[in-house]
């Protein structure tokens, strides 16, 4: 049985640019393979400050009032202890 994937999968933008990024070693290797290819990718953007800025500057999450963006795959909790929401 494989490790979980990273939580920064959970998060369907990361997700699926990373999907986009493997695409092209699709059939050249096992999945395997590009499972930890995967994992290993989400665990950087959430490791490396340089590429975790990019992505908060791409990343089309929502603006809050204060002009903040809001980042869904950091968990972010609400004020009252609910989680955020962002679509």
Do not use: C, Q, T, Y
């Amino acid at each position: 049985m494989g490790s979980p994937e990273h939580p920064f999968l959970s998060d369907e933008f990361v997700a699926a640019e990373i999907a986009r990024a493997l695409a092209p070693f699709d059939g050249l290797l096992d999945p395997e393979e590009l499972a930890w290819m995967r994992d290993a990718l989400a665990a950087e953007l959430a490791e490396d400050a340089e590429l975790h800025g990019l992505l908060s500057a791409v990343h089309p999450g929502a603006v809050d009032l204060s002009g903040e963006r809001l980042k869904p795959w950091l968990g972010l909790e609400a004020l009252d202890g609910s989680d955020v929401k962002v679509s």
